[in-house]
């Protein structure tokens, strides 16, 4: 199974319009558009598949994050950062388009993000980081793209990982985890693919 995309290729940065935040001063919101996103060769038996986004790069610790006058270090241990999640998309899709999942920031998080017909979309991170934001508080759905820290020395790698199922559906309903999502498809993953771009607001990050 292959899977690939029109906006960026493996290894390769992610353009900024895909992105939550980008350089500003010293950070802006950006255009929060999802990447367009192609699969092909899925096994015989595939009945849905599911698509993660992951940033395996998030600080494991905040005390230097987006603060003036510090640097996160490149050495700090990383954790992973939920981008997106999305189960039940359609044995017969292979195309999300550009735009197509997700157009625009909405504070506090899309209540309803579209999708392909038949698909759920689980929370992401931005739910926990904007938890003590009045103005962005929310519960986060869908599609939200990268924002790494505008200070952080390294940049940050987005995997997005597709899988095929043996299963129409996991049983899931709009808003699961992470967590939640794996122990759904544990035994019935047929295959995956995947594809990682990168991303940096800090123009000296490496």
């Known amino acids: 199974m292959q899977l690939r995309s029109n906006d960026f ?6 353009p900024r319009e895909c992105a939550f935040g980008q350089p500003g001063d010293p950070v802006a919101l950006s255009d929060n558009r999802n990447p367009h996103l192609a ?6 038996g595939t009945r849905s598949f ?5 940033d395996g790069d998030a600080p494991s610790r905040g005390d230097d994050v987006n603060q003036p006058g510090r640097t996160v270090s490149a050495d700090l241990p990383r954790t992973d950062f ?3 999640l999305m189960a039940g998309i359609p044995a017969d899709c292979g195309e999300l388009g550009n735009g197509s999942c997700s157009d625009g920031i ?4 899309k209540r309803a993000p579209t999708g392909p017909a038949g698909s759920h979309q689980g929370e992401n991170d ?3 980081w904007f938890a003590s934001d009045p ?3 929310g519960t986060y759905l869908g599609y939200d793209g990268p924002c790494p820290p505008w200070n952080d020395a390294r940049v940050h790698r987005y ?6 199922l043996d299963v129409p559906s996991l049983g899931l309903s709009t808003g699961f985890g992470l967590d939640q999502l794996r122990a759904a498809m544990d035994g019935h993953v047929l295959a995956s693919a995947a594809l990682t771009g990168t991303y940096a607001i800090n123009p000296d990050a490496k």
Do not use: N
């Not at 290729?9 to 992610?14: L, T």
């Not at 909405?106 to 998080?109: Q, V, W, Y």
């Open 39 to 44: 699969w092909r060769d899925a096994p015989p």
């Open 9 to 14: 290729e493996e290894g390769k940065p992610i």
């Open 106 to 109: 909405t504070p506090h998080g």
């Open 50 to 54: 599911v698509l993660t986004c992951i």
């Open 135 to 137: 103005q962005m508080a």
């Open 82 to 84: 939920v981008h997106w």
């Open 126 to 128: 931005y739910s926990g």
């Open 159 to 164: 995997r997005f990982e597709l899988h095929a």
